[in-house]
């Protein structure tokens, strides 16, 4: 266990400080340890019973939790927790993924602004690390507010475009799509383009189609959720690509990406340009990503994450940097 907030990295402090608790659990004391063990062969079961209703993307595994007075349980309906635990061996170092998406969705909120799902490390009875998010679909008197991801708003799925459905598509497609349902969309399209960045810069190359969703807000009309499912992928799929989607339709075939092989300015100017981002804003998202790099770096060091990859993220994100830093 490590003595820092299981939320957000403050020092001294063993399982939830109270600012993380007001944004998990609503102000309750809840441990960070939870009453039962991590799945496996023997009690598998028991979480499918419980967890039917979820399904499993790619491979991680993920099980409905709710919050019964301090205490978290597996919940078969009513949700309000969604708890992702060591995902199966079939990737490289399993064992760090849960702190590997905590750690990227801190660096997103506490050190770039950018609005995310409430998150925590929490651990199993046996110790094993688990990534906890808050559901922010689920209303406090249990019902929903209208969400859609991005493939269900542009009609893709597996019947209309077969199984790699979630990967068909453009990011200037998206920003497209955010003109059209988001009343509001200049500042909308800002935190989109942000937040496009930020997956590059932090190798996140499973940013598909249904990692992007627009909710309806108590006043009927629709914006971006908070962003969910950040985290350095680089470090369990070596061979991934940089982004999940191109930036948009023929975005290698320009001078730069030509030239070195790789997104650079240029490109993501360009995809800025077409969904329609003013020049003098572009600006102010490139520079707020490449000038917190010894924030980016001291989270890092503090993370939860071993020390071999803690090295290996730090090395994946300054190789990012540098590509968004190269003038041609």
């Known amino acids: 266990m490590n003595k820092m907030c299981s939320g957000c990295y403050r020092p001294n402090i063993e399982g939830y400080c109270l600012n993380c608790r007001k944004l998990l659990f609503d102000g309750a004391k809840v441990s960070h340890v939870l009453p039962f063990d991590a799945p496996k062969a023997d009690n598998l079961p028991i979480y499918q019973e419980k967890t039917r209703r979820l399904s499993i993307s790619g491979v991680q595994l993920k099980y409905s939790m709710r919050l019964e007075g301090k205490e978290l349980k597996l919940a078969e309906k009513g949700g309000q927790y969604i708890l ?133 807000t108590s006043m009927g009309d629709y914006n971006l959720t908070p962003a969910y499912d950040l985290m350095c992928t680089l470090l369990h799929m070596p061979n991934e690509s940089d982004t999940a989607l191109d930036l948009y339709k023929g975005d290698m075939d320009g001078k730069f990406y030509s030239q070195y092989g790789f997104y650079g300015q240029p490109e993501f100017k360009t995809l800025a340009a077409k969904i329609g981002i003013q020049p003098i804003r572009v600006e102010r998202v490139l520079s707020q990503l490449l000038t917190h790099s010894d924030e980016v770096m001291n989270m890092i060091q503090h993370s939860f994450l071993s020390e071999e990859i803690k090295t290996k993220y730090l090395n994946t994100y300054q190789d990012k940097l540098k590509r968004l830093t190269v003038i041609s």
């Open 84 to 216: 992702k635990p060591v995902p199966p061996t079939v990737i490289v170092q399993p064992g760090q993924a849960p702190e590997n998406e905590h750690l990227t969705m801190q660096i997103a909120s506490q050190i770039f602004g950018i609005r995310t799902a409430a998150n925590a490390v929490i651990y199993f009875k046996d110790g094993a690390p688990a990534y906890l998010t808050r559901r922010f679909d689920v209303k406090a008197n249990g019902t929903k507010f209208l969400q859609e991801d991005m493939a269900q708003i542009s009609g893709a799925s597996r019947h209309s475009r077969g199984e790699n459905f979630k990967y068909e598509g453009t990011y200037e497609d998206i920003g497209q799509l955010v003109r059209q349902y988001v009343a509001a969309y200049p500042p909308a399209l800002e935190n989109y383009f942000q937040l496009v960045l930020f997956n590059y810069l932090f190798s996140n190359g499973d940013a598909h189609l249904k990692n992007f969703s627009l909710i309806q």
